[in-house]
């Protein structure tokens, strides 16, 4: 048997800490959605937009190319600002989910393929379509979005870099090498890790003092020293 890594004690640590969390859309058009509404929005607007959606019968393709627009912008609203942006995206994707019937079994092939077939979809960017990948698509990768990167580094994983792009790749490189390569593991990583970077470890005042994570951290421990010398 395998040794368990520092990686995996921090997630069981985060899983005793927060309990069970929701996971994104398996299904790839929810969660394409579940991607637009989520941008510039909370996960209690979003989910409240996304229950809404569903509400109205417009969670596919179709049922939403059909959907009354009144009763689209109304749920769509509930996301929160930029409700004009996410229903254009909405749009763009509806059209290309309904020219690509074939786009929820090409996303589960070969990664060059999927990766591609993904491209034209907005407001994924690099995280969004590693998310699409993981949770849509059953590919064992890692989404490294601006929060898993912020507590990946301030745990020790990867190299810091100004490059945002540059940055969570390494974290991305460093994180994977230290997760057994099964879809589970990899799904259960970017839940406890992103929402810790939500949750706990904020950008501007991560609360460490309260960090179930504050004995491992080389960057908590820094901070709690400069308070108490403060
Ligand atoms: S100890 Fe502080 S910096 Fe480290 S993971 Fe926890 S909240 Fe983040």
Redesign the pocket.
Same mark, same amino acid.
């Given at each position: 048997m395998s040794p368990v890594s520092r990686l995996e004690d921090t997630l069981d640590a985060l899983r005793k800490f927060y309990g069970p969390l929701p996971t994104p859309p398996r299904d790839p058009f929810t969660l394409f959605v579940w991607e637009v509404l989520s941008v510039h929005s909370t996960p209690r607007k979003r989910d409240a937009a996304l229950t809404a959606l569903k509400r109205i019968r417009a969670l596919t393709p179709d049922a939403m190319w059909r959907a009354p627009q009144k009763k689209l912008e109304e749920s769509v609203a509930l996301a929160g600002p930029y409700a004009e942006n996410r229903l254009r995206a909405l749009r763009t994707g509806v059209d290309l989910f309904r020219r690509s019937p074939s786009l929820p079994a090409v996303i589960r092939g070969p990664l060059a393929a999927a990766r591609r077939a993904l491209k034209p979809l907005p407001q994924l960017g690099e995280s969004g379509a590693h998310r699409m990948l993981l949770f849509a698509a059953d590919h064992p990768i890692l989404p490294v979005d601006a929060r898993v990167s912020?507590?990946g580094r301030?745990?020790g994983y990867g190299d810091a870099s100004d490059d945002f792009r540059k940055q969570a790749r390494s974290v991305q490189e460093a994180l994977t090498c230290e997760l057994p390569r099964s879809v589970d593991a990899f799904r259960r990583a970017f839940s406890y890790l992103s929402h810790? #970077?939500a949750a706990?470890?904020?950008e501007r005042d991560?609360?460490?003092s309260?960090?179930?994570?504050?004995e491992?951290?080389?960057? #908590?421990?820094k901070?709690?020293r400069t308070m108490a010398d403060r």
């Open positions: 912020r507590v301030r745990l810790h #970077g706990t470890c904020t991560p609360h460490c309260v960090c179930p994570l504050l491992e951290c080389p960057e #908590g421990r901070r709690v």
